[in-house]
């Protein structure tokens, strides 16, 4: 099953920056927060990751709380085709885990013009 | 060049009948899985190969049989087909099973069973 809560579904005025929320309360120490996308009949894409320090890359930011209960992806400045569903994963860092990524039902983000 | 790449992208067949798709990387990666996405996008794990080894195996009925060749392909062979089997069938590939980078996906193979 998998251990995030997220909206099923948010807004966005094209150009503007696109916060999608990810409750993870019950997150391990030596757990990551993922984030990837699916945009409609396409494969889902890695968007990025990080365990506690905020963290940025070409595509987003991803915000982690303190507590690491939550956390918030950033598009900072949202087009048409970042038109997807948006699915928040936690996955065991090391220790023997395969990368068992577990999907939940994720955020269709519409990038409205 | 496609990194992850499927065929057939789209494959409709009748019921009870037995059909393979095929997944190949060209990354270089040493593990690869299969994942189905039904009706209500609902993405599963179902397979996952590590250097031709069977490593993940998600209480799958053994109506599926993915076979590894070799590192850099996973085919999936199902057999007896069932309207239930209608679904999205990714393939995906990760630098090694404990890779904490990403996961790379294909872009799907669609499977319709009439």
């Known amino acids: 099953d998998a251990k995030t809560t997220q909206p099923p579904s948010m807004d966005c005025a094209e150009g503007r920056a696109a916060n999608l929320p990810c409750n993870h309360s019950?997150?391990?120490?030596?757990?990551?927060v993922y984030w990837y996308r699916q945009i409609h009949s396409q494969g889902p894409q890695y968007i990025i990751h990080g365990l506690k320090n905020n963290e940025t890359n070409e595509m987003a930011s991803l915000i982690i709380t303190e507590d690491r209960k939550s956390s918030t992806l950033i598009l900072p400045h949202a087009t048409l085709r970042d038109t997807a569903v948006y699915y928040c994963i936690v996955r065991p860092f090391y220790g023997g885990a395969t990368n068992k990524l577990i999907f939940g039902t994720g955020t269709l983000l519409a990038v409205q013009p | 060049d496609t990194a992850v790449s499927q065929t057939p992208k789209y494959l409709v067949t009748q019921m009870g009948n037995d059909k393979s798709i095929k997944c190949e990387q060209n990354?270089?990666?040493?593990?690869m899985y299969w994942y189905k996405q039904d009706s209500k996008k609902f993405l599963k794990i179902m397979f996952s190969?590590?250097?031709?080894?069977?490593?993940i195996n998600e209480t799958v009925p053994n109506r599926f049989s993915p076979k590894s060749p070799d590192k850099a392909h996973l085919n999936l062979h199902i057999n007896s087909l069932e309207l239930g089997d209608s679904a999205v069938y990714f393939c995906?590939?990760?630098?090694?099973?404990?890779?904490?980078?990403?996961?790379?996906f294909g872009e799907g193979s669609r499977l319709t069973v009439l």
């Open positions: 995906a590939s990760s630098q090694d099973r404990e890779y904490t980078g990403e996961l790379f």
């Open positions: 190969y590590n250097n031709k080894e069977l490593i």
């Open positions: 990354l270089g990666h040493d593990t």
């Open positions: 019950t997150i391990s120490g030596n757990e990551y």
